[in-house]
């Protein structure tokens, strides 16, 4: 079939599909509810439905394309729509005035008893589109919602009570008068005034809880208080209730009663009654009156202190002194003499002996005399306080402390005694030898203080000064001494404590000092080399686990949170493995001093083994303090390790976790925190992740990327697509980039990306490596074969081929083999090639390859430390300009600088350089003006696959949209060419 008639077959299949388009047009238009006419430029009518005819209520058939409003205005007088005498003008004007003052967002048009909403709408074509839609019960709804509004409002401006309706963002849209004078307002904006709340602090939560309650369909009940503008405050009882405004939107309204008056009252009430109770409870007073010659009330306290019978009101003065203990009659006597005669105050210490059980408790008794108004004595109210625990106490303590005394010179313990209501200071001669005291030094801390190793000095300064100030009741502490005699360092060990006299309770401290330093020295020794790491000298795996363990005990109980941090030094193995083990043990050695010098001084840095390292970091704020500590680990590790003249560029991914969110025992932060570092790997190594729930499903997916890629490579289904490359200046096409895709199952074509997690698998990277590089030949072989000028072909090469010595070797093998010119084939590497196992096979290959012409292009230049090193150590070519500089360079001043850094720093060099991922036309400009030689992108041409290639080349299906000749400021683009 000619290609003529082929053309005429598709022009009348397109002919009768716009047929049949056409006709369901008209069906729907004619269907329509809204009536719809369409006006052309000079007001005439080219298109109109029969609903337009039957709103407007003209006779049928008397609308036809053609006519004009005019014409339309004449049909409405003659069916009798408009007032009798009125001109055609005139009703055109007075439709116009309706259209506008309408209070609907469109015109409005009545037609008996009917309201039509008129829209008119411009077409690009310079139509105009007028629709008619019957709105009668809209409008009858709001007029009703509007009287329904006027008799809500009048009902709430009425109610003695304050009303107040809040929006769901609890602002504040409708209060009533009584609610104005309630908040000493004059209106409801001036309750907007800056810095005023109507509520004090202490209620401001309770009253957001409230209203999410309500907003949430609950009615609240509660009291709480208000502030004035002019600041009175008042209590309210409030009932707040959902509620919804005329519009359908969702409210909180709140009606509240001022009762003030009402609480204050029963608040002094309750504060009345509560004092008392927790005096009672404080002090275990147990008050009584008397009158005389009798105990005339008595506390049920009292009763039971007393071991009297249940339910006893009274006692006389003689059944009381037969409770009194026999040797403490006398006293007790006395004190009450003093009472009646002399004065109105008095207190004593006596024993009673408790009828019911016979025991003999202590009381402290303080008795006040009570006059009338002419002076006589009418009463004494008095109250008990059973001492009897800190008399036993102090006889106890008397007891306790000769034997101490002798125990302590039995076990060589010196003796530091401070008697505060003395002031005096007791060193005992124990004490003195182990200070290297004579007995002409005054005893005192000052003397003590001196003898203590200057850097354990504010540790005891802090631990002496507590229990002084009462703030630790005792202490146990190991401090380093240079003893005064011969200044020899020695370890002591004291434990301090603070007790109570028996006269008037004033404080006293005791301590005792031991010399522990042989087994100090010896358990030291031990207990480091148990628990660290001899390497690097931090905590190893048991320590780390320990401080773990102890700081989320600690901060289940305070409340705080706890970090945890897992680190992993990128590329580690290759580094050890291509420089030696010295060098990787200075690395690991610098590493972790930096890692130190980094962290708080009360957080724990381990080392679990080769490149792996942990922190823990307790009595955390918040998960924003463990992101600020590991981006601040993650800087400064960032900045390059030197040796031997040679930069090492060893970055180091972090995986975090938080207790309580992450996990509540050390097992569960630690899975997490793994999972975490797994992920920072995964995402592209050298940066910091948070656990997140997902992060388990995230490590079954990379899994399952690598099964698809090995599943790929076994079923033969990995392809190389190629990208173009561009010359700017020239818009000529200089080449291509092969990129990696894979074939799906069901034929469509998979994006690298599917696969990313299989580049992390050295063995799968390097058979993706190799199959990519015989199909990009045999590619080549095919396009020589057909004379296709394609120039070159780039191919990335991973780290995992470098790791095999004779890359190189494989690799011209197959291009002579292949019988391909060694100026068709590239080679691009990533620096991460620079960090892999054998360095010196990385230098002698890409020697060898530059030797025998294949042209060497350093990627994704810019992201890495060690770049420029590079750039003089080995034979580089071209350098590529990572598309994330690119992206940015608009709008990112900084990377534009960037950019022209590396371009000029190409220019000096000799270097070619090549920008990845340019998408817009501003961009390839921009790049033009900074002489930048190369690009590539989805602006020129996104990759294609093999076979398309020939087509490109040759322009037949694409070529450049500009002019050989290089223009400031044109466009740049690869574009259909269709013949």
């Known amino acids: ?77 003659e069916a009798g729509h408009y007032p009798a005498g009125k001109t055609v ?66 009902i709430f401006d009425a109610m003695p009570d304050c009303v107040k309706i809040f929006d769901e963002s609890a602002r504040l849209i409708h209060i009533n008068p009584r609610g104005l004078e309630l908040l000493q307002a004059p209106d409801l904006p001036s309750l907007s005034t800056p810095g005023y709340i109507p509520v004090p602090p202490e209620y401001l939560d309770s009253c957001l809880d409230v209203h999410r309650r ?104 003689a059944e009381w002194m037969e409770i009194v203990h026999p040797a403490d009659r006398e006293l007790f006597g006395q004190m009450i003499k003093e009472t009646v005669y002399r004065v109105d105050t008095v207190q004593c210490e006596y024993r009673i002996v408790r009828p019911d059980n016979g025991e003999v408790r202590w009381i402290y008794s303080r008795t006040k005399r009570h006059r009338d108004t002419s002076g006589k004595t009418v009463s004494s109210i008095g109250a008990h306080l059973d001492i009897t625990e800190r008399k036993l106490a ?86 380093r001494i240079r003893r ?11 434990n301090g404590w603070r007790t109570s006299k028996a006269d008037q309770g004033l404080r006293r401290i005791i301590m005792t000092v031991r010399d522990v330093t042989e087994e100090k020295t010896a358990e030291e020794r031990v207990r480091w080399s148990a628990s660290h790491d001899a390497l690097t000298r931090l905590a190893n795996r ?51 001093k930096r890692l130190r010098g980094v962290v708080r001084h009360c957080d724990t840095v381990a080392r679990f083994g080769g490149d792996e390292f942990a922190v823990v970091m307790p009595e955390l704020d918040g998960e924003h303090a463990l992101l600020h500590i590991a981006r601040a680990i993650q800087q400064r590790l960032r900045e390059p390790f ?80 190629y990208q173009p490359k561009l010359d700017l200046a020239t818009g000529a096409l200089v080449g291509f980039e092969a990129l990696l895709r894979w074939r799906m199952p069901n034929g469509r074509i998979g994006h690298p990306a599917a696969l990313e997690a299989a580049f992390e698998d050295a063995e799968v990277a390097a058979q993706i490596s190799d199959r990519m590089i015989d199909r990009v030949i045999k590619d080549i072989r095919s396009w020589l074969d057909r004379g296709v000028d394609f120039r070159h072909v780039a191919v990335n090469a991973s780290a995992a081929e470098f790791r095999r010595d004779n890359f190189a070797e494989r690799l011209l093998e197959q291009l002579q083999r292949a019988d391909i010119p060694t100026r068709c084939f590239q080679l691009e590497v990533t620096e991460t090639v620079f960090l892999g196992r054998g360095a010196e096979y990385v230098h002698r290959a890409l020697a060898l390859l530059s030797l025998r012409g294949i042209k060497i292009a350093l990627d994704d230049f810019g992201t890495g430390y060690a770049s420029l090193r590079h750039l003089k150590q080995f034979p580089v070519d071209t350098i590529k300009i990572d598309q994330s500089f690119v992206r940015d360079m608009m709008e990112d001043p900084g990377d534009e600088a960037i950019i022209r850094a590396v371009i000029n720093l190409g220019r000096s060099l000799g270097i070619k350089v090549v920008a990845e991922g340019i998408e817009s036309q501003g961009q390839a400009r921009r790049l033009i003006e900074l002489a930048c030689d190369f690009g590539q992108g989805f602006l020129f041409s996104r990759a294609v696959p093999a076979g398309r290639v020939p087509t490109m080349v040759s322009g037949c299906f694409l070529r450049p949209a500009v002019p050989a000749a290089p223009v400031r400021g044109r466009d740049l683009r690869l574009v259909a060419n269709r013949d």
């Open 1 to 77: 079939m000619s290609e003529q008639a082929v053309r005429l077959s598709e022009l009348e299949e397109r002919n009768a599909w716009l047929e049949e388009q056409l006709a369901l047009h008209r069906d729907a238009l004619e269907h329509m509810h809204q009536g719809l006419c369409m006006f052309d430029a000079e007001g005439r009518i080219t298109l109109l439905n029969r609903r337009y005819s039957e709103i407007l209520q003209v006779p049928a058939g008397s609308l036809r394309p053609g006519m004009t409003s005019t014409d339309l205005i004449e049909l409405g007088i």
């Open 89 to 154: 003008e005139e009703i055109r004007t007075d439709i116009r005035k309706q259209l506008r003052s309408s209070n609907y967002p469109f015109g409005t048009m009545s037609r008996g008893d009917k309201t039509y909403a008129i829209k008119i709408r411009d077409t690009d074509q310079g139509l105009s589109v007028t629709t008619c839609e019957d709105i009668t019960a809209l409008v009858e709804v709001q007029s009703a919602l509007r009287d329904s509004e006027a008799r809500l409002k009048a």
């Open 214 to 317: 309500v907003m949430a369909g609950e009615s609240v009940v509660w009291t709480y208080e208000v502030i004035g503008l002019l600041g009175r405050r008042r209590h309210v009882e409030a009932h707040a209730v959902p509620f919804r405004m005329p519009d359908g939107s969702r409210v909180h309204m709140c009606i509240s009663r001022d009762v003030n008056e009402r609480q204050q009252t029963l608040d002094a009430l309750v504060h009345s009654e509560e004092r008392l109770r927790l005096v009672q409870e404080a002090t275990g007073l147990a008050d009584f009156e008397t009158k005389p010659g009798m105990i005339s009330r008595m506390s049920e306290y009292f009763v039971k202190q007393a071991g009297l019978p249940a339910g006893t009101k009274s006692l006389s003065a």
């Open 394 to 479: 102090e006889e106890a303590l008397r007891e306790s402390e000769e034997r101490f005394r002798l125990a302590a010179e039995a076990a060589g313990l010196g003796v530091w005694d401070y008697d505060a209501s003395l002031h005096k200071r007791e060193w005992s001669e124990r004490l003195r030898e182990i200070f290297g005291l004579g007995e002409g030094v005054q005893p005192g801390f000052a003397a003590a203080e001196k003898c203590v190793h200057p850097g354990d000095q504010a540790k005891f300064r802090e631990q002496v000064e507590a229990l002084r100030s009462g703030q630790a009741s005792r202490f146990e502490e190991s401090f």
């Open 484 to 494: 005064a005699s011969d200044r020899a360092e020695r370890w002591i060990t004291i």
């Open 542 to 592: 048991s320590l780390f686990q320990e401080k773990l363990d102890t700081a989320i005990q600690r901060a289940a109980v305070s409340g705080r949170a706890v970090g945890l941090l897992l680190l992993d030094m990128d590329h580690f193995k290759q580094i050890n493995d291509s420089l030696g083990h010295d060098v990787g043990d200075m690395l690991l050695k610098m590493f972790a």
């Open 642 to 721: 030197i040796h031997t003249g040679r930069i090492i560029d060893c970055r180091v991914s972090i995986g975090a976790s938080f207790f309580p969110e992450h996990g509540a025992t050390p097992d569960a932060l630690l899975k997490n925190a793994d999972l975490a570092l797994y992920a920072a790997k995964a995402a592209g190594r050298g940066i910091v992740k948070v656990f997140e729930p997902q992060m388990g499903e995230d490590v079954k997916r990379r899994n399952s990327m690598v099964d698809l890629a090995r599943n790929a490579l076994s079923s033969d289904r990995v392809i190389p697509y």
